[in-house]
């Protein structure tokens, strides 16, 4: 037996225990659960939505999200006022989150070695605005903590990403 | 003549002029402006299609041949450079039989093909050529190119169209407003900016006047950016509060400026317009004192400008905003982050801002488009039927400049947009440029 803290391949990672993180992740941003989403993001996370160009140096070229974890602090704490317009009201939400696999592992610069998942996601999202679908492709780094994982990348590349899309104001 | 004619919204009939003078009062706008599609139409043409629109920017197309799609109303537009260097506005649209030329976003060719019967053309529009050419008698028989967009020009890179043969020049159509983009070159210690940092495309369903009224407002900052402000202790909600300073300026032609330059002359601190200080960026700092000497003090005290530029072109100290119409009740903002040339130190943190602030999840730009969302659903509802546009009217002044002014607060922005606005709405459609 493994304990997850000496994961060292992917092969050795149980798919359902990702697929059960991955659906508290969805569940959480759903129902705008601000508190237990921020609590799942590790100290060095990055949550990047690109735009137009999906394979860029986020540094280089403007993101529609690219957040490090003070920034994705300073976003929760904007929606926690009431008062994040595009927000107020939050939108009412379901996701579906689907094709999981497990790509392999990757290091972290802090030298953690996280596994990489890959799953499709659809959004249904309702708004006074209308309603919106929002497909994507989502790449997770998930570091093995305990029994549990923690968050330290979400990448999501928005099918729309080439074209206009609408505000996007709920975590996605 | 006139057979009986349906009466639209109570205003105007259908086929005959719009009154604009109606519909537009020195400090009221009538509801129907924003959601009107015979207005919509009558826009495209007399403005969209005629005065100078903002399109883009040469440093997208660096390189000779270089191309990106671009959209200039509702036209579907090839921005080329071509060898020679010079820059055309193509309508992606074959002379043969309409098909779009170009479906990639952006590249490198001298020339295009159309996929549907194999025409091609160079850069510039020409026509280069067609397959089995004896069905036209031969070849460069056909007296045809790709449609353009008959004047194009340029100032500091930011690269204008007009539908228009003739008319005003770009500097002439800039006036005053061409002074604030001298403003935003001179932060560069090379004196040139670039946008290349790619753009975010923000889907809108709004009019596209109430953003181009909203960029200079000062008046919502405090309301609608309060939860930012309040959570990051930004200084900026103050810039907008009723004890600031700052002006708000009608600078003619339909363009506008809220002028921060007062409060941050108060404080005289280089870059505390960029929100840090001179120890923060040394490099650039020293490379500014370098470049501009004794003028350098001033320039980075000052920063950059905060200016809407009639129709579409919005510049929001370190972020360019291009608005494209799309129909009377939506629009696309195109956002991206100014890049100084000659300056990294600032362009990495001015993109990392600009993601923070802007597009479809910026923390100040989400709840703008919220806001102009939420306005377009208003001016369906029957009554007041009116948008009051007077605030700050009493207390206008003129500055040294001749220019009128109102407190950071005012309305005076908005003001002059309309009655520009007005200006071209009532021209005939026989009359050309502005």
């Known amino acids: ?172 | 003549m006139t057979a009986t004619v349906p009466v639209r919204a109570g205003l105007a009939g259908a086929g005959s002029p719009i009154d604009y003078a109606s519909l537009i009062e020195p400090t009221r706008v009538h509801g129907s402006l924003y959601n009107d599609p015979a207005i919509f139409a009558e826009e495209l043409e007399k403005i969209w299609y005629k005065t100078w629109v903002f399109v883009g920017h040469a440093s997208e197309v660096p390189q000779p041949n270089d191309y990106v799609r671009k959209t200039l109303g509702l036209q579907d537009i090839i921005m080329t450079r071509d060898r020679d260097g010079e820059i055309h506005l193509l309508l992606n649209r074959c002379a043969h039989r309409a098909n779009l030329v170009c479906d990639a976003a952006s590249g490198n060719s001298g020339s295009f093909r159309c996929p549907y019967h194999g025409w091609t053309y160079r850069n510039t529009g020409e026509l280069l050529g067609y397959p089995y050419n004896k069905g036209y008698g031969g070849k460069g028989k056909l007296d045809l190119a790709m449609g353009s967009v008959p004047r194009v020009e340029s100032y500091h890179g930011f690269v204008f169209g007009s539908f228009a043969p003739d008319g005003p020049s770009l500097i002439e159509h800039l006036g005053a407003a061409a002074a604030e983009i001298d403003r935003l070159a001179r932060l560069s210690p090379e004196g040139e900016v670039a946008l290349d940092a790619g753009w975010l495309q923000h889907k809108t369903k709004a009019n596209w006047k109430l953003l181009a009224e909203n960029e200079t407002d000062g008046y919502h900052p405090q309301f609608v950016h309060g939860s930012i402000f309040g959570v990051t202790g930004s200084p900026i909600g103050a810039l907008y509060s009723d004890a600031s300073t700052a002006v708000t300026r009608n600078l003619g032609g339909g363009h506008s400026e809220n002028d921060l330059r007062p409060e941050f002359r108060k404080f005289a601190e280089p870059m505390r317009w960029f929100g840090t200080t001179e120890s923060r960026v040394p490099d650039y700092v020293a490379k500014m004192r370098d470049k501009y000497g004794a003028d350098a003090e001033q320039i980075l005290i000052e920063g950059a400008p905060h200016v809407m530029i009639f129709p579409n072109l919005f510049i929001a100290e370190i972020q360019v905003f291009n608005i494209q119409p799309v129909s009377a009740g939506e629009c696309v903002q195109h956002s991206t982050a100014v890049q100084l040339v000659g300056a990294p130190e600032l362009n990495k943190r001015m993109i990392s801002q600009s993601i923070g602030s802007v597009g479809p999840a910026g923390m100040l730009l989400a709840d703008d488009t919220e806001m102009y969302e939420r306005n377009q659903r208003g001016v369906e509802l029957r009554s007041p039927e009116w948008l009051d546009v007077r605030r700050g009217v009493e207390r206008e002044t003129t500055d040294e400049g001749g220019f009128t002014i109102g407190t950071a607060t005012d309305e005076v922005g908005m003001r002059g947009f309309w009655s520009h606005y007005r200006e071209l709405m009532e021209r005939d459609g026989t009359e050309s440029g502005r």
């Open chain 1, 1 to 172: 037996m493994t304990t997850p803290h000496t994961l060292t391949t992917a092969e050795s990672v149980d798919i359902r225990r990702v697929e059960a993180f991955l659906y508290r992740e969805a569940r959480h941003a759903d129902e705008n659960d601000y508190d237990a989403w921020e609590a799942l993001w590790t100290d060095d996370a990055i949550y990047w939505v690109p735009a137009c160009d999906t394979d860029v140096d986020p540094l280089t070229r403007v993101s529609i999200i690219y957040d490090n974890r003070n920034r994705i602090s300073t976003r929760l704490q904007q929606v926690r006022t009431g008062k994040r317009y595009a927000q107020a009201p939050p939108s009412n939400l379901r996701r579906l989150i689907s094709n999981v696999e497990i790509l392999g592992t990757c290091e972290s610069s802090g030298g953690d070695t996280d596994i990489e998942v890959g799953a499709n996601v659809l959004v249904f999202e309702s708004r006074a605005r209308g309603n919106e679908l929002w497909g994507g492709r989502i790449t997770y780094h998930l570091r093995p903590d305990g029994d549990d994982f923690r968050l330290s990348y979400k990448k999501v590349v928005l099918v729309d990403h080439d074209k206009a899309v609408a505000t996007l104001g709920f975590l996605i």
